[in-house]
């Protein structure tokens, strides 16, 4: 299989691209290319200020917090830089291939003009990562919760 039919492949299975016709997933493959990292390797620098947006198609990624801790890890098919995508803040947190880890990279300027030339693919990638994030803040305060009580 072709590195473009892999990236289109896992395109057309990833949640964040629900709602999208296959000719619309294609589009965005044309923008998209493929990095392979090895163990150790840094994907993803806390602060940094590139956004691109990366999904992973191999392998496990660790992401690791203000504190250097990791607090989550990224498998295949999981997003990362939605938050900069969104936001163009620096990177919120650290990420390191576990493994050998393969992922499908879409520059942040091509997706975002892709996205203004193309209303419909903006509005179901931006709804679809709303809802990454609300599940996220949901999660955030039950944790909160079982903490402190909140009003």
């Known amino acids: ?42 994907l993803v620098r806390q602060f940094a200020k590139d956004a691109d947006l990366m999904i992973v198609l191999e392998g496990t990624a660790k992401i690791k917090g203000f504190s250097g801790e990791e607090i989550a890890q990224a498998g295949p098919g999981s997003v990362i830089g939605e938050m900069s995508l969104i936001d163009d803040k620096p990177r919120s947190a650290t990420v390191t291939a576990a493994g050998n ?5 879409i520059p942040h300027n091509d997706l975002w003009a892709l996205m203004n030339n193309e ?19 949901r999660a955030a305060n039950v944790a909160l919760d079982s903490v402190v009580k909140l009003d």
């Not at 880890?101 to 990279?105: C, D, I, P």
């Not at 209303?119 to 803040?137: D, F, G, H, M």
């Open 1 to 42: 299989m072709s590195m473009a039919m892999d990236i289109n492949t896992a395109l057309q299975n990833n949640y964040l691209m629900q709602g999208l016709s296959v000719a619309q997933i294609s589009m965005i493959a044309q923008i998209a290319s493929n990095q392979e990292f090895s163990g150790g390797d840094t």
């Open 101 to 105: 880890v393969k992922v499908a990279s």
């Open 119 to 137: 209303p419909e693919i903006a509005k179901v990638i931006l709804l679809n990562i709303s809802r990454i994030l609300t599940a996220r803040l």
